[in-house]
């Protein structure tokens, strides 16, 4: 007897629990606001960064006209750094938003300011997973992020900074990444009461950024505390982008359900790495495949994802604005179109 279908949130949960489900589920842990689906919502960069009203209605392009089992309100990775004081340039239709100036010059001069979840950053993101939350019925996953405090510090204070200060001054480091921590907590737990079923979250820990030495001794000890806090909220998703075979196992040591990989990892071997410790989503390729493939690539790279064993397809990361509706639509159609 064949399964009756399930919902897209139904579905979703059940290959997170490593349960049952009727077809493989296809998510957007991170932006699909591509040119199209800007002019497809009308909401378009700048403004659909924090506009509430444009905020939801980008991020529901990704379930209504690209058919993903989710929605993602979150189009970049500045909310937090802005609402805490760097100076970010918002982009445009063809840009991704950048930090124009950074606020930190020293870490030990950091507080963090005692208002900031009240900021319009933070407010729109927890008033826009509460719409999503209520226009979908709880029937399509609604899916927030934060940015982890690595990634944040290097927001506000610089990569060159924050890596140099890793080897001259450790503690206050740890001090400084530790205290930073909190936003993003916070942040993901408001997030959680307003709707979001699932949280990613975003740390840059790539291995062309910090050794897998740096990762365990100061980033591990804050994702395993993270997880715990968490994990009575809902499931969070950790998004690294680039290769970071060295650290996987750390990675799968921390606690988080569901780990978003890029394509430059050997994905079957991933796999075998994380074994029950947490599930992998991602790894379709962005630059190459999506934006200059064609759907029947797109078709076979979904193909031979769930061969490699990943339950949940995505594409690895935000993905470039020139993407075709049709590739994603393509990615949706041949993920859907096995069972499991």
Request: proline residues 6%; aromatic residues 8%.
């Amino acid at each position: 007897m064949e399964k009756p279908e399930m919902t897209p949130k139904e579905r979703v949960f059940a290959a997170i629990n490593n349960m049952d489900f009727d077809v493989y589920p296809a998510i957007n842990p991170t932006s699909v606001a591509t040119v199209e689906a800007m002019k497809l919502s009308g909401a378009f960069f700048p403004e659909a960064h924090t506009d509430v009203r444009k905020m939801e209605a980008l991020a529901s392009v990704g379930h209504d006209v690209f058919g993903f089992d989710s929605v993602s309100p979150y189009f970049s990775i500045l909310l937090e750094a802005s609402a805490l004081g760097a100076e970010v340039d918002w982009g445009n239709i063809y840009e991704m938003p950048s930090v124009i100036k950074k606020p930190i010059n020293n870490i030990s001069d950091y507080e963090i300011p005692k208002n900031y979840m009240s900021r319009k950053e933070f407010s729109a993101m927890i008033e826009v997973c509460s719409r999503l939350k209520n226009k979908y019925k709880n029937e399509v996953p609604v899916i927030g992020k934060v940015i982890g405090p690595w990634s944040l510090a290097y927001h506000l204070y610089g990569v060159e900074n924050l890596v140099l200060d890793t080897i001259l001054e450790p503690e206050k480091t740890k001090a400084f990444i530790t205290m930073l921590s909190e936003i993003p907590i916070s942040f993901a737990k408001e997030q959680f009461n307003a709707g979001a079923d699932i949280i990613v979250w975003a740390d840059h820990v790539t291995s062309d950024l910090v050794s897998a030495e740096i990762y365990r001794e100061f980033i591990m000890p804050i994702h395993k505390k993270a997880a715990v806090e968490l994990q009575k909220y809902g499931p969070v998703i950790l998004h690294t982008c680039g290769n970071v075979a060295d650290r996987l196992p750390y990675i799968a040591g921390t606690g988080f359900k569901i780990f978003h990989m890029d394509s430059k990892n050997n994905i079957a071997e991933a796999v075998k790495t994380v074994g029950n410790r947490m599930l992998i989503t991602g790894c379709i390729n962005n630059p190459v495949l999506l934006a200059q493939g064609e759907p029947q690539d797109v078709k076979r790279a979904v193909e031979e994802n769930i061969k490699s064993g990943i339950k949940l397809i995505s594409p690895e990361c935000a993905i470039p604005f020139s993407v075709s509706s049709d590739n994603l639509i393509a990615l949706v159609e041949a993920t859907h179109n096995t069972k499991m």
